[in-house]
T-cell receptor, first 113, second 113 residues
C-alpha cells in the first residue's frame, strides 16, 4: 500500500539559509500535518491543512510557512534557519480531519550548521 | 507536551512481563487518544487508539483503557518481547477546541531478553 512520501530524507543547511521540505500524502487523504521532533523530544505539531486550506496552527515559528497544493502535496518552507531548527520533520496524512488515524512519513532529517 | 502528562519516562522489564504506561490529559472535550510506537530514527507508528465512547480496547497483546472522569488513559502490553523495545507516545488531539495533536513526552520501554 502507498505510504506518505517525504523528500528529501536528509538535508544539511547553513545558518540563515532557507529550506523546503515536501510531503506527498497517501492517495485520497485530504489532511496533512507537519511535526518537528528534536533529539529525545516528543513530536511538536506545527501546522495542518485540510482540503488545501490551513486548518490548525501549532508551534510553527513565523520564519516557517507551509501550503497544500491542488494535488494535495504539501511543502514546508523554512527561512533564516537557526541551529535550533535541526530536527526530524515528519509529515502525516489522514483521510478525515479529527477522527481518523494519522499515517506518518519517514521524516526529513534537517541539520543546520 | 504541556497538556499531556506521561509516566514513566523509562520502563525496564524482563521478557514476558507486562508493561503499563499512563497518560493524563486536561481538556475534558478530548475524544480521541492514540498511542504511537517509535523506534530510534524511525517514524511514529500508531499501535492502538481509543475513542471516548468506549472504556477499553484490545488488540492481541496490546490494550488501552480510558477513564474519562479521571481524564487518564493507559497502555498495557502483556507478554513483552525484546522487539517491543521502543519509545511509546500517547497523544491528546484537542487543545482549546482546535484539533492540535499534543504528544506526551514519551516512555522508553526496554525489554530485557
Amino acid at each position: 500500500a502507498a505510504g506518505v512520501i517525504q523528500s528529501p530524507r536528509h538535508l544539511i543547511k547553513e545558518k540563515r539559509e532557507t529550506a523546503t521540505l515536501k510531503c506527498y500524502p497517501i492517495p485520497r487523504h485530504d489532511t496533512v500535518y507537519w511535526y518537528q521532533q528534536g533529539p529525545g523530544q516528543d513530536p511538536q505539531f506545527l501546522i495542518s491543512f485540510y482540503e488545501k486550506m490551513q486548518s490548525d496552527k501549532g508551534s510553527i515559528p513565523d520564519r516557517f510557512s507551509a501550503q497544500q497544493f491542488s494535488d494535495y502535496h504539501s511543502e514546508l518552507n523554512m527561512s533564516s534557519l537557526e541551529l535550533g531548527d535541526s530536527a526530524l520533520y515528519f509529515c502525516a496524512s489522514s483521510l478525515k480531519l479529527h477522527y481518523n488515524e494519522q499515517f506518518f512519513g519517514p521524516g526529513t532529517r534537517l541539520t543546520v550548521l | 507536551g504541556e497538556n499531556v502528562e506521561q509516566h514513566p519516562s523509562t520502563l525496564s522489564v524482563q521478557e514476558g512481563d507486562s508493561a503499563v504506561i499512563k497518560c493524563t490529559y486536561s481538556d475534558s472535550a478530548s475524544n480521541y487518544f492514540p498511542w504511537y510506537k517509535q523506534e530510534l530514527g524511525k517514524r511514529p507508528q500508531l499501535i492502538i487508539d481509543i475513542r471516548s465512547n468506549v472504556g477499553e480496547k484490545k488488540d492481541q497483546r496490546i490494550a488501552v483503557t480510558l477513564n474519562k472522569t479521571a481524564k487518564h488513559f493507559s497502555l498495557h502490553i502483556t507478554e513483552t518481547q525484546p522487539e517491543d523495545s521502543a519509545v511509546y507516545f500517547c497523544a491528546d488531539t484537542l487543545r482549546g477546541g482546535s484539533y492540535i495533536p499534543t504528544f506526551g513526552r514519551g516512555t522508553s520501554l526496554i525489554v530485557h531478553p
